[in-house]
């Protein structure tokens, strides 16, 4: 019984280029958040998907960052034109359907922007 | 905004001590509160999850109880192990379902 799997655990990317993170939630889990911890700090929610929705983008910045929780396949957070700013750690957690629920959360894809 | 406060930010115990780690919280308009491990460089490992009804969980020698009219959580830690070291965050949940974290409490126990 796999737990939240996320790829790659390391991600190294020079500025301007595009990071492309994936989630795969616990097996008949239907929600996916995204959340980061920038150094020093704590997680901040970023994103909140069912499939194929996004259902709360709150804490997403308006520019250059996307999610996608498609019908099949993983849930994908897309940064694009990265910067320095952006180097942190984004763990992705799922939930089962009739939330609000236990999160359980994957061991996150520590991002490196050069 | 729902704000989450954890103290002390730092705590560093003798092996075999009780210990007892500290959450407040601003908007008591909460679903649920859990509490996670998270060891340098790994994920969130989720410890206990207590429900806007409950006013405790107990798991082993962890017990966390939930105040929330008062917005309070503690996590008790009986007979601590140096394996216990680690940082330890406290999550509400608010009605949009996603998490609002306290910036943790770094324990370290000492053998």
């Known amino acids: 019984n796999a737990g939240v799997m996320q790829n790659p655990r390391h991600l190294v990317r020079r500025r301007g280029q595009e990071a492309r993170l994936r989630c795969s939630p616990v097996?008949?889990?239907?929600?996916v958040y995204w959340y980061r911890q920038l150094p020093e700090e704590g997680l901040k929610f970023m994103v909140y998907?069912?499939?194929?929705?996004?259902?709360?983008e709150s804490g997403m910045p308006k520019e250059r960052f996307s999610a996608e929780f498609p019908k099949e396949g993983p849930s994908i957070l897309r940064i694009q034109q990265v910067v320095r700013g952006d180097s942190a750690a984004y763990f992705c957690?799922?939930?089962?359907?009739?939330?609000?629920?236990?999160?359980?959360f994957g061991p996150g894809t520590r991002l490196t922007v050069l | 905004k729902q704000e989450v406060t954890q103290i002390p930010a730092a705590l560093s115990v003798p092996e075999g001590e009780n210990l007892v780690l500290n959450c407040s919280f601003t908007d008591s308009a909460i679903y649920n509160l859990q509490w996670f491990r998270q060891d340098p460089g790994k994920g969130l490992t989720s410890l206990l999850l207590i429900q806007s009804s409950q006013r405790e969980q107990t798991s082993g020698r962890l017990n966390a109880s939930l105040d929330k009219s008062s917005g309070r959580s503690t996590l008790y830690i009986a007979a601590s192990q140096p394996g216990d070291s680690a940082t330890y965050l406290c999550a509400v949940c608010g009605g949009a379902n996603n998490l609002f974290f306290g910036t943790g409490t770094r324990l370290t126990v000492i053998p």
């Open positions: 957690a799922s939930s089962p359907p009739l939330g609000p629920n236990e999160q359980f």
């Open positions: 097996k008949g889990h239907s929600h």
């Open positions: 998907l069912q499939k194929e929705n996004i259902i709360d």
